[in-house]
């Protein structure tokens, strides 16, 4: 299913098999030698983001299962022509009362990011959040509701049971609520990096290998 954000396509799956892929990981999930701390993050969340096992956890069997999701996703964007894309993922364990705070993921080689839940505690942490000063300037003088009832929202929280799978421009500004649960909250992030044109990728890289593709024309 696609929403949007005003504009903003956003693709909210189930993944059929996360069950499996919680599994792979349950040995890795409550080792710290994994885990740490990035630089430059308020959240003291733990991830395996810049982490130098990261490499070494099972990427692939999961990637090839988020491909279908993935390539819908992908298909509603209208591809003209083939294109390969490289994905990069982490995972994140949030303890109680670990949040993220507000931020995207827009660099200079990834245009499309994922969020993969795989045990929400019951909970929709995950907010996206659209930053547009006409909206904002309606809610900083409280017309909202008390004259408009129909303007854009500016923050959309889909339901997130586990296996619950989330695509979305790098771009989209998001949010994660802190963790109400006395038990471990397990994400799955990744970013998406696309190309022109059609090739298989190095069986080391943690990349979706694709062949005979369509395309993505942004």
Known sequence: MIDHLNSIPIYVGHVKNYKM????????INDDSYF????GWIS????TFQQ????????????EDLNEYIQEYLEVLSPVSEYHYKTHMWMNRYSKGEYMEPHDHISKSDQISFAYILNSQGQNNFVFENRVDWINSFDNNDLRGTIFTNLPVNS????????????????????VTPNTSNDLRITISGNISIKVGNY???????TLKTKDVKVLDI
């Open 52 to 63: 130098t096992k990261n490499r070494s956890l099972p990427w692939q069997i999961i990637l």
């Open 156 to 175: 959309y929280i889909p339901e997130q049971k586990d296996g619950t799978l989330l695509i979305f421009p790098s771009s989209t500004i998001h949010y």
């Open 21 to 28: 892929h919680l599994d792979i990981l349950d040995r890795y």
């Open 36 to 39: 740490g701390s990035v630089n």
């Open 200 to 206: 298989f990728v190095d069986e080391r890289d943690a």
């Open 44 to 47: 003291d969340v733990k991830t």
